[in-house]
């Protein structure tokens, strides 16, 4: 008989998240999340550190959406998303371990 801890993660399960939008106040990035929160969609806020060529950092805020396991569900929501949002092209989908 094979036993099976629930707690265990599968091992091959991939998840996928969408990289919305990114904001350059942390403010406006949380208005945004909260504005998704009110329409059922579950998101947070990650803090980004951009450097340019003269080496000069800047800190900047990504939206993204949080895990889901199905990436067709996922891209359904980016695009419901991108006409009620206005958000641009740009919206990528990404695997997460």
Known sequence: ???YEQNEPKEN???YVA??????????AQQFVQRL??????AEVKTRV????????RSWYQV????????QE???LV????????LGDDVRIVEVA
Not at 79 to 86: V, Y
């Open 50 to 57: 951009s450097t340019n060529s003269k080496k000069s950092s």
């Open 79 to 86: 695009e419901q998303l991108k006409d009620q949002e206005h």
């Open 37 to 42: 929160g009110k329409k059922g969609i579950k």
């Open 1 to 3: 008989m094979q036993r």
């Open 74 to 76: 996922l891209l359904s």
């Open 13 to 15: 399960s991939v998840h």
């Open 19 to 28: 990289l919305l939008a990114g904001y350059r106040t942390q403010r406006s």
């Open 64 to 71: 993204t959406t949080q895990r889901h396991d199905n990436r």
